[in-house]
């Protein structure tokens, strides 16, 4: 778990954070309407759900006012159907893609939500003294509304992306008829909202791009998509320029800008699979955070359940710690560190205090080593046990970490890695975490950096609930103390 690297958000410097600003559904830089489109649906499927339901009870009994029994049985439906909905992808960008796809999304959740309704009614044994007519209409008209509800969102969305708002920026590599046809295609297909800024050439291109404008060559790609925060990448090459592909990805393995690849029409049928249709066209994703659909779901349910269970069971642990820090120097409990995770967001992590409050006033932040003597007597214990970290499962409860991901870094710390380390970034592909599988094997602390990432790389490339099972029994017998704890 978990690193004894200790920095007070005041000395943070804010120029090396990474900007992102497309977070959120259909949200753009200076974009002012992709929050209100996506708050339009986090909040239009709560007041779906409670309308339906008492249309569904006019329709069976001729009355809006509801029993309290199912009063109470739409609350608890409510608020199970806000943690199915909230932690899916439902809220995510749709941009480009099809309706008839977030409609099977749509589908499956509320199929989730309303099997975990006839589950808990069956439990505490009152689906006797319900109407199945009304529960089959609930679902019914909710399934109805969602849907009826989408279709006005994107009518809106598209409207408003037709006259030039709430756009995601592009840029295509290479110079191929592809290119040509995906400038064509994303410049008629305004409903998706994607501005294509230009195209970069390669020593492989065929011509040029018509209608659009030449940005540069390929070495300039990386630069201009950091410095100009774009959203989108589309690599146009035969798939056959191996060379000019992996110059490509190497230009971008600083950024998390989406990467899709459009890939030659003869080769398709290789690839059937692993193709998606984004306004009409076929691209494969070379790039994106194993924690799509129903595994953001499963991750999800997993951190709150057990960050939950564990706070419970830890709680008189986590008060006597409180008083003895205290106790040990002047100050407050706990402290906030910023650090950087998904996406690159940052949020402000929580550890118990283990230095004096100024005992960065004059170095500033340095990474912590062997050796030093900073910690007061009771910090440095909890350095050593790694009971300091214990704060963070309130984070995960907050949605800002997950129990297992890669250890989170402070910005002024990424700002220098991601040039140092091949691949640094891509650890911000997932949550950041409080143990990982670079933590359980042993580097963590002033360890081998190019070894964690490695690790960090191979829990992305292979999630899975179970693998994150075998982390936490692993943590708890062989993570919190460690030689590198200081």
Not at 42 to 70: T, W
Not at 254 to 275: E, R
């Amino acid at each position: 778990m978990l690193d004894a690297q200790i920095l007070n958000k005041e000395e943070i410097d804010m120029s090396y954070v990474p900007a992102r600003h497309h977070a959120g559904l259909w949200n753009t830089s200076g974009s002012r309407f992709g929050p209100a489109l996506g708050l339009a649906l986090r909040i239009g499927d709560p007041v779906v759900l409670v309308a339906a339901a008492l249309a569904a009870h006019a329709l069976r009994f001729g009355e809006l006012q509801m029993p309290m029994n199912y009063v109470r049985l739409v609350a608890i439906t409510l608020l199970f159907a806000l943690l199915v909905l909230g932690s899916s992808s439902l809220y995510e960008s749709w941009r480009g893609r099809s309706l008839l796809a977030e409609f099977g999304q749509v589908l499956m959740k509320l199929a989730v939500i309303f099997g975990g309704l006839l589950a808990y009614s069956t439990a505490i044994q009152v689906t006797d003294e319900l109407s199945r007519i009304w529960l089959a209409a609930w679902f019914g008209l909710s399934l109805a509304g969602a849907f009826a509800l989408r279709i006005g969102v994107r009518t809106i969305a598209g409207w408003i992306r037709a006259r030039g708002a709430d756009l995601r920026s592009a840029v295509i590599v290479g110079a191929t008829p592809d290119s040509q046809h995906i400038v064509s295609s994303l410049r008629s297909a305004t409903w998706a909202g994607i501005d294509v800024r230009g195209w970069f050439a390669t020593p492989s291109d065929r011509g040029s791009v018509q209608h659009a404008s030449k940005l540069g060559e390929l070495d300039g790609l990386g630069a201009y998509v950091e410095a100009n925060h774009i959203d989108q990448v589309w690599i146009a090459l035969p798939m056959r320029d191996e060379d000019n592909i992996a110059i490509a990805l190497n230009q971008l393995q600083h950024s998390t800008a989406d990467i899709k690849f459009v890939p030659d029409m003869f080769g398709l049928h290789l690839l059937n699979h692993s193709v998606e249709q984004v306004a009409g066209l076929p691209v494969i994703n070379l790039q994106q955070t194993p924690l799509q659909g129903g595994a953001r779901l499963i991750k999800a349910l997993e951190d709150r359940i057990l960050a939950g269970l564990i706070l419970l069971m830890i709680s008189p642990i986590m008060l006597a710690i409180a008083v003895a820090v205290k106790l040990s120097s002047p100050g407050p409990v706990f402290y906030r560190q910023e650090r950087m995770s998904w996406n690159n967001k940052t949020f402000w992590m929580l550890k118990f205090r283990s230095m004096p409050v100024d005992a960065e006033g004059a170095s500033g932040a340095v990474w912590a080593k062997a050796g030093e003597n900073r910690a007061t007597r009771v910090g440095s214990f909890l350095r050593r046990t790694s009971l300091d970290e214990l704060p963070q499962f309130i984070n995960v409860l907050l949605g800002d970490m997950s129990i297992v991901g890669p250890r989170p870094e402070r910005p002024v710390f990424v700002h220098k890695f991601k040039h140092e380390i091949p691949s640094y970034m891509k650890k911000h592909m997932v949550k950041a975490g409080i143990t990982g599988w670079a933590q359980v094997n042993g580097w963590r602390g002033s360890t081998d950096l190019h070894k964690r990432i490695e690790c960090d790389l191979f829990y992305i490339e292979n999630w899975s609930l179970s693998f994150d099972l075998k982390i936490v029994v692993m943590t708890v017998f062989k993570g919190f103390i460690n030689k590198h704890a200081y």
